[in-house]
């Protein structure tokens, strides 16, 4: 079955810096690689994805990147902000497959004011 | 749409007590998850329906855990009897599989602590 790693498990960073979690997967049958944000007392929610035609995709301050050779993804968050700080979690599925995503681990982002 | 609906948002129990939580999915959804998330091993997916028929079970720790989905509208997760280790948050989720990325929409999660 599907792995995926992510790191870092923590990410502390002042306002207006960058942020960049980096995720790495096993099954190079993975095509579609969607990320969540968790903010505290709630669920996940998507807030970017990618699928493995497209190399990078931006979306305001938020980007995603995907390697495909080396099997490994990550997310920018530019001009970070106190209000992106939340767990961010990668992902990895195969859309013919189980359709079942496999998710990282996790990383909470701090942004300090 | 008022999104994923799980009850209680908080439970705390005393071990050997039976914890029953809740779930309503988003109207029109055919996929329904049930996660535990903890500190040590983050998001962990126990079991799901399709349609509501059970179809990945392997997640579920042992057999003190059962879900059951007796309708689209509705599923349980239930813990009989509840032990310390089980304290974690639950969350549920739905999403709609045809013709989308299948997004995962999830409830704010019921936080179970069993004493």
């Known amino acids: 079955g599907e792995n995926v790693e992510q790191h870092p498990s923590t990410l502390s960073v002042q306002e207006g810096d960058s942020a960049v979690i980096k995720c790495t997967y096993s099954d190079s049958a993975s095509n579609y690689f969607p990320w969540y944000k968790q903010e505290l007392g709630k669920g996940p929610q998507l807030i970017i994805d990618i699928r493995s035609n497209v190399g990078e995709k931006k979306d305001q301050r938020i980007a995603v990147t995907l390697n495909k050779t080396a099997k490994h993804f990550s997310l920018h968050i530019t001009e970070t902000q106190p209000e992106d700080s939340a767990v961010y979690f990668c992902a990895a599925r195969e859309s013919g497959g189980s359709y079942i995503p496999t998710f990282g681990r996790g990383t909470s982002l701090i942004v300090h004011p | 749409d008022a999104g994923v609906i799980q009850s209680p948002r908080h439970e705390v129990t005393e071990m050997g007590q039976e914890v029953t939580l809740r779930c309503k999915p988003i109207?029109?959804?055919?996929?329904l998850f049930w996660y535990r998330q903890t500190m040590m091993r983050g998001l962990e997916l126990l079991i799901y329906?399709?349609?509501?028929?059970?179809?990945?079970d392997s997640g579920m720790p042992e057999d003190r855990f059962s879900a059951k989905m007796p309708n689209a509208s509705f599923s349980t997760l239930k813990i009989q009897p509840s032990e310390p280790r089980d304290s974690a948050v639950y969350f549920c989720?739905?999403?709609?599989?045809?013709?989308?990325?299948?997004?995962?929409?999830f409830g704010e999660g019921s936080r179970l602590t069993v004493l």
């Open positions: 329906f399709n349609n509501n028929v059970p179809i990945d």
């Open positions: 989720a739905s999403s709609f599989r045809q013709g989308t990325t299948g997004e995962l929409f």
């Open positions: 109207s029109g959804h055919d996929y």
